[in-house]
C-alpha cells in the first residue's frame, strides 16, 4: 500500500510538472517533455563519485599545504585579516562554482542543452552572471574582513584595507573565470561521455578550485604588499580596474534569459554565505593567532572542502530529482511533514542510497588525505592515535550534518518556490566552512587541553 502511495505521488508530481512547462520564475523552464530519468546501482553512483572525490580532496590538500607556507609570509603575519578572507574565497567554488555545475547538471539531464544554440546561451549567460557575483562578493568579503578582524580591536589603516579589497576582488575575478571554463568543459564532457553530472560536475568544481584561488590570493596579496611603500597607489589601480568591468558583465548576463533572472534574485543566497563563511574565518584567524594551534591551517580547507564537496553533490541530486517529477511548489510524499534525520539515509526517497554512500566516503578518505600531508611532511601535528580519533569524529559530524540539513533545505527551498540549484549550494558549502572550521578549532583546543600536544605546532 505504501508503494502504491509512493508511487502514485510521484505519478501525479510529475503529471503536474509537465502541466507547468514554460512557467519561467526562478525554475528551469523545460519546452519538451522531460526524457526518463537514468537509474542507478549504488556500486556505479559510488565508482562515478569515488575519482572526482580523490580528486576534489587531493586539491584540497594541496591548497592546505600552500596556505601552511603562505602563513609565513609578510602579507600573512602583518595583515592576518587576510586569513578571514580565506574560507570566504574558497568558498566562492561553493557560491558561483558548484552553483553553476547543479544548474548546468540539471539542464543537460532534462533536455535543457540538447539544443546548440540553447546551450550556448545558457553558457554564457551563466558565465558572465558569475563574474558580477564573483567581483560583488570579492568586495563584500574584504569588507566583512575588516568589519570582523578590525573594528573589534578598535585598530584600521587604510592602505591595508585598500590592499585587502584588491587582493579579495582580484582573486575572486581570475579564480572564478578560470574555474567557469573549466566546469562548463566538465558538463559538456559528462554529457558526451554518458556520465551523470550530478556525480561528478561539483567535485570536479572543487579539484583544483582552492589551489588555484588560495595560489592566487597569495600572490597577489604579496606583491602588493611589497608595493605599499613605494607605489602604494597600485592596489587601488588594480581594485578600480575589476571593478569597472562589472558593467561589461552585467550587459551580457542580462541579454540571456537563463541568467537575467539570477542577476536580480540570486544574491541572497551569495551574499548571506559570504558572510557564513567569513565567521569561519574570523574562528580560523583567531586560531592561528595562537601559536599553540597554529598547525590547524594545514587541515582547515581539507575538512571544509571535503564536507562541501559531498553535499555539494546530495543536494544537486537531490534538486534534479525534484526538476525531474514534481511541478514547483510540490515534494514527494516522502518529503511531506515534519523532517526527521533518519529520513535522510533509511527513507524512502530516491536519494537516501546516495546519502549513505557519502558518508561512508568520509573516513576513508579523511584517512587518506591525512596520511598524505603526513609523507608531505607537512602540518606539523603528528597522527597520533587520539589525534586521528578526533579529527574522524569532528570530519564525520560536519558530513552527518551537513547531509541532514541538504534534505531538509533543498525540500524546502523547492516547497516554497525558490530553485535549489540557485539557493542550496551557497547556503550548504558555507555552513560547512563554518561547521568544519568550528569543530576542528574545538578539537584541537580539546586536544591541547588534554596534552596531545606538538612542541613544533606553528614553525
Not at 558565465?127 to 568586495?139: H, N, R, S
Not at 582547515?300 to 525531474?324: C, D, E, K, Y
Request: charged fraction near 10%; include cysteine.
Amino acid at each position: 500500500m505504501c508503494i502504491f502511495l509512493l508511487i502514485s505521488s510521484q505519478k501525479s508530481c510529475r503529471a503536474s510538472h509537465l502541466n507547468h512547462l514554460g512557467t519561467g520564475g526562478d525554475y528551469l523552464v523545460l519546452p519538451r517533455a522531460l526524457p526518463n530519468m537514468p537509474k542507478e546501482s549504488p556500486l556505479a553512483m559510488a565508482l562515478q563519485i569515488l575519482l572526482p572525490f580523490l580528486l576534489a580532496g587531493f586539491g584540497t590538500v594541496s591548497a592546505g599545504m600552500v596556505l601552511d607556507i603562505v602563513q609565513h609570509w609578510e602579507a600573512f603575519q602583518f595583515i592576518t585579516e587576510i586569513f578571514i578572507l580565506v574560507p570566504a574565497l574558497l568558498g566562492l567554488k561553493g557560491n558561483l562554482e558548484m552553483t553553476l555545475a547543479s544548474r548546468l547538471s540539471t539542464a543537460v539531464n532534462v533536455g535543457k542543452m540538447d539544443s546548440p544554440i540553447e546551450k550556448w546561451n545558457l553558457i554564457i549567460g551563466n558565465l558572465a552572471l558569475k563574474q558580477v557575483q564573483a567581483t560583488v562578493v570579492g568586495f563584500l568579503a574584504a569588507v566583512a574582513a575588516v568589519v570582523l578582524g578590525w573594528i573589534p580591536e578598535g585598530k584600521f589603516q587604510m592602505s591595508h584595507a585598500v590592499l585587502l579589497c584588491s587582493s579579495s576582488v582580484a582573486t575572486a575575478f581570475i579564480a572564478s573565470l578560470l574555474q567557469g571554463f573549466l566546469m562548463v568543459g566538465v558538463i559538456v564532457g559528462s554529457k558526451k561521455t554518458g556520465i551523470n553530472p550530478d556525480n561528478v560536475a561539483t567535485p570536479i568544481a572543487a579539484s583544483f578550485g582552492d589551489l588555484i584561488t588560495l595560489a592566487i590570493l597569495a600572490w597577489i596579496s604579496q606583491g602588493l604588499y611589497k608595493c605599499l611603500d613605494t607605489y602604494p597607489y597600485v592596489s587601488s589601480l588594480v581594485c578600480a580596474f575589476f571593478m569597472c568591468l562589472t558593467p561589461l558583465w552585467i550587459v551580457i548576463s542580462s541579454k540571456h534569459p537563463a541568467s537575467r533572472t539570477l542577476l536580480y534574485s540570486g544574491w541572497e543566497p551569495v551574499i548571506t554565505a559570504m558572510v557564513i563563511s567569513s565567521i569561519g574565518g574570523l574562528i580560523l584567524d583567531k586560531t592561528v593567532s595562537d601559536p599553540d594551534l597554529a598547525g590547524i591551517v594545514v587541515y582547515t580547507p581539507v575538512i571544509n572542502g571535503i564536507g562541501g564537496n559531498l553535499v555539494a553533490i546530495q543536494a544537486s541530486r537531490i534538486s534534479t530529482h525534484l526538476h525531474f517529477h514534481c511541478a514547483p511548489g510540490e515534494v514527494p510524499e516522502e518529503a511531506k511533514g515534519c523532517y526527521y534525520p533518519c529520513r535522510t539515509f533509511w527513507g524512502s526517497g530516491a536519494n537516501h542510497r546516495s546519502a549513505q554512500v557519502l558518508l561512508l566516503l568520509v573516513i576513508p578518505g579523511h584517512i587518506l588525505f591525512l596520511y598524505t600531508i603526513h609523507l608531505m611532511k607537512s602540518g606539523h601535528t603528528t597522527l597520533t592515535p587520539i589525534f586521528m580519533s578526533v579529527y574522524l569524529s569532528a570530519a564525520m559530524l560536519q558530513v552527518l550534518l551537513l547531509l541532514c540539513i541538504s534534505d531538509w533545505m533543498v525540500h524546502s527551498m523547492w516547497r516554497s518556490g525558490k530553485d535549489p540549484d540557485s539557493f542550496s549550494i551557497p547556503y550548504l558549502t558555507a555552513l560547512g566552512d563554518l561547521l568544519g572550521t568550528a569543530l576542528l578549532a574545538l578539537s584541537f583546543h580539546f586536544l591541547w587541553v588534554i596534552g596531545d600536544q606538538d612542541s613544533d605546532v606553528g614553525d
